[in-house]
């Protein structure tokens, strides 16, 4: 955590003016009883030094990406003087906000949505609107809404338009709200305005106990008989199946081609490619015909904490490219989603959001929360996602650390240091005693072929000993 002051982006010229103002004003002034003040020393006073002091004594925190690499490169700041609104914005007094999978790529310059560094990430938040700008109709003071923004969001206070806010519903907590928008909205419109998913149909939901695979496999619930294919670890299978995954595959130990192809041989309706890549390709086979592919991220170009350039240079490398001559002659189609460049479809964005909050009204979906970190806590939040250790959404909180918490941190730094070298051992447990079986195997296998070969060696020798009266005779 950093504990360095920075400047807020939109305080104004006035406020910075005010600062370089002597601050030995009289006591008079300062005093509630001082007699009146005359209409000229009035109008000589401007109302707004009354404010700067309020507003200069106005901090938030914020999470800011102070260069690209790793996990330490995102920062906990504390921003000074109140951001100004513009007409039509809100400001928001943020609750909780979504950890999505395109942080984790802007943090190692893979994502070219998010402007340069120094810059606040965060793409959705939840909270309750403090304040209103002009212009802006639809929403008051105390609303509590969820936010959808192109960055900007990971911090205490954010000031967005009004158009990219949305009434939160009843009973819905601040956590749910956060890990509603990038989610629900990339599923929705990649399984009904892209895929056109219908009753009978069949889908493939690579990551399917992340945010989107979680999403996606409610959405598919409210389509009738609809089998899902879902790769993920064992150890997420159970979870991914109550929730609706008709067939778990398990990615690490087998080929989820082969593993469709066995229950499936023509193929699935739709598959939805968040991997890039080779995947792209295999996804594009498995389509049977009047099949869609629908292709909307590049994970696989993630490859530990900073940026891998083998990892990035072999996605490229293998990226799918096809003419469509051949779409034409497979009968087959290929689309690409980025919620990031919708950003300015704001009637688009209200259609699919507007559905989607009503089905949670209807108790048809509910995001599901796989765990909540304090902004402090930011780089464990990272790592448990970019380890693929989540079910589901992780969040981060706004409100402070308890320093009890604070002061337990190093003694858990410490825990999951001693616990990963504890899975190391076991690992190299493992593989010694892996190597041991299969030594044990080769030998098992060389002891037939020893028996054969004392066998020949008897043959010859008896043989011999036959033609020893010949040579005898001779």
């Known amino acids: 955590m950093s504990g360095d002051d920075a400047p807020a982006q939109q305080q104004n010229a006035e406020e910075t003016k005010q ?19 005359s209409s000229t020393e009035a109008a000589a006073t401007p109302a707004a030094t009354e404010k700067v002091p309020e507003e200069e004594q106005f901090t938030y925190r914020s999470l800011v990406l102070s260069g690209y690499g790793g996990y330490d490169k995102v920062k906990l700041q504390v921003k000074k003087g109140k951001p100004a609104l513009k007409a039509g914005e809100v400001m928001v007094r943020v609750k909780a906000c979504g950890l999505n999978f395109a942080d984790l790529l802007a ?9 340069s560094p120094p ?33 900007g969001l990971w911090q205490e206070v954010a000031v967005v338009p009004a158009t990219h806010t949305f009434l939160i519903p009843e009973g819905m907590t601040f956590e749910e709200a956060a890990a509603l928008p990038v989610n629900y909205i990339t599923a929705y419109m990649m399984l009904f305005d892209f895929g056109n998913l219908r009753p009978n149909q069949s889908i493939l939901i690579h990551s399917a106990a992340g945010g989107v695979g979680i999403a996606a496999t409610q959405l598919c619930q409210t389509v009738k008989d609809v089998t899902v294919f879902g790769t993920a670890s064992a150890s997420k299978h159970e979870t991914i199946s109550q929730g609706g995954v008709t067939h778990c595959i398990d990615y690490r130990t087998r080929d989820y081609v082969e593993e469709v192809r066995k229950i499936s041989p023509k193929g699935l ?11 792209t390709h ?3 086979n498995l389509l049977k015909p009047m099949g869609k592919l629908i292709t909307y991220g590049a994970a696989n170009m993630l490859a530990g904490q900073k940026k891998n350039l083998l990892a990035v240079a072999k996605t490229w490398y293998h990226q799918f490219s096809i003419h469509t001559l051949s779409l034409i002659q497979n009968n087959k189609s290929v689309c690409g989603f980025h919620l990031g460049y919708l950003d300015g479809e704001v009637e688009v964005i209200l259609q699919a959001m507007t559905t989607i909050l009503d089905l949670y009204r209807q108790g048809k979906i509910k995001p599901r929360i796989d765990s909540t970190y304090h902004l402090e806590q930011v780089g464990d939040a990272m790592r448990r996602m970019q380890e693929r250790n989540n079910i589901g959404k992780v969040i981060l909180i706004t409100e402070p650390m308890p320093e009890e918490e604070k002061k337990e941190e190093p003694k858990k730094e410490e825990k999951k240091e001693d616990k990963k070298k504890e899975d190391k051992k076991k690992d190299d447990k493992k ?13 098992k296998k060389e002891e037939p072929k020893k028996e054969e070969k004392n066998e020949e060696k008897s043959e010859v020798k008896k043989e011999e000993k036959k033609e020893e ?6």
């Open 119 to 151: 810059v606040t990430p965060g793409m959705e938040c939840s909270g309750e609107i403090e304040a209103v700008g002009e212009e802006v109709t639809d929403r008051k003071v105390g609303d509590k809404v969820l936010v959808l923004n192109r960055c």
């Open 431 to 443: 593989k010694e005693d892996s190597k041991k079986e299969d030594k044990k195997e080769e030998k």
């Open 282 to 284: 295999k996804a594009y």
């Open 19 to 37: 600062e370089n103002e002597p601050s030995d004003e009289p006591k008079s002034e300062s005093k509630p009883e001082s007699p009146p003040v």
């Open 469 to 474: 009266p010949k040579k005898e005779e001779k």
């Open 107 to 115: 943090r190692q310059g893979l994502y070219d949505r998010l402007p």
């Open 269 to 279: 309706d739709i598959v939805l490619d968040p991997l890039g890549g080779s995947d």
